[in-house]
């Protein structure tokens, strides 16, 4: 038994679009606290947040299954994390020239934050495609 799609039939569905706007709209601005927190140096509060964001973040994705986002059956499901490993693969060209555009304007302290995702962008790629190959998944 699923979730996927349970508001359609739930008398609960404007409840549940309610939750799923908390949960993931919440997370968000734990996200950019975190970031804040970070720059000044409060690195027990970002962990502490950090956890809490990733939680709710979770939270929000289970009520994003109940509204019909994403895949439910397991052949559509791979295929659409296989679109988002596609978009993680080609992040760090793009990101490259944005930053390089960016830093021929002048703008070096945005160029650097752009830079500065590259490395974990590529971990994204690398750690879906560990997957797929175990699963003998097409990518
Ligand atoms: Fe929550
Ligand atoms: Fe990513």
New binding site residues.
């Given amino acids: 038994m699923t979730m996927y799609d349970y508001a359609q039939q739930s008398k609960f569905a404007d409840k549940i679009k309610q939750m799923h706007a908390a949960e993931t709209n919440g997370s968000e601005l734990y996200f950019v606290l975190i970031y804040l927190a970070r720059e000044k140096g409060l690195h027990d509060l970002a962990e502490a947040m950090l956890q809490n964001a990733c939680e709710d973040a979770l939270h929000g994705g289970m009520y994003g299954a109940m509204l019909g986002k994403g895949k439910e059956q397991e052949d559509e499901l791979w295929q659409q994390v296989v679109r988002l490993y596609k978009l ?1 693969a080609a ?1 760090q060209d793009k990101l490259h020239m944005l930053a390089d555009e960016i830093r021929a304007a002048g703008e070096g302290a945005l160029a650097d934050c752009v830079e500065s995702t590259i490395v974990e ?1 590529n971990t ?1 790629a690398q750690r879906l495609k560990d997957v797929f190959e175990k699963h003998g998944i097409a990518y």
Avoid: R, S, T
């Fill in positions: 993680e992040a962008e994204h």
